[in-house]
Nanobody, 125 residues
């Protein structure tokens, strides 16, 4: 069984930055594509970004492209989401997810097997 634990959320002013971390238990982390999703109140969960097994390839939603960057450290079983130039519309609960999926399907939440508990990000205007 794999457990994912996010951290790093909080309250930040518009234009500020936050760095989310997602620590994974288990030995299979390096074999997982890791994704980031978010859900704002009253809205559906949406794809934010994803990173391939090696970290060589990343994928982002248009709404965050150029502002958010995902990276991973397989030696530490941890994936990161650096969020810069935050906007009030980025306010949501952010979830990391992992699974044995094709990178081409990284935007599809149902493709992921493991999910973290989520961390709140609030951006004030």
């Amino acid at each position: 069984q794999v457990q994912l634990v996010e951290s790093g959320g909080g309250l930040v002013q518009a234009g500020g930055s936050l760095r989310l971390s997602c620590a994974a238990s288990g030995r299979t982390f390096s074999g997982f594509v890791m994704g980031w999703f978010r859900q704002a109140p009253g809205k559906e969960r949406e794809f934010v970004g994803a990173i391939s097994r090696s970290g060589a390839n990343t994928y982002y939603a248009d709404s965050v492209k150029g502002r958010f960057t995902s990276s991973r450290d397989n030696a530490k079983n941890t994936v990161y989401l650096q969020m810069n130039s935050l906007k009030p519309e980025d306010t949501a609960i952010y979830y990391c997810a992992g699974g044995l999926l094709l990178p081409s399907r990284a935007r599809i939440s149902d493709e992921y097997t493991y999910w973290g508990q989520g961390t709140q990000v609030t951006v004030s205007s």
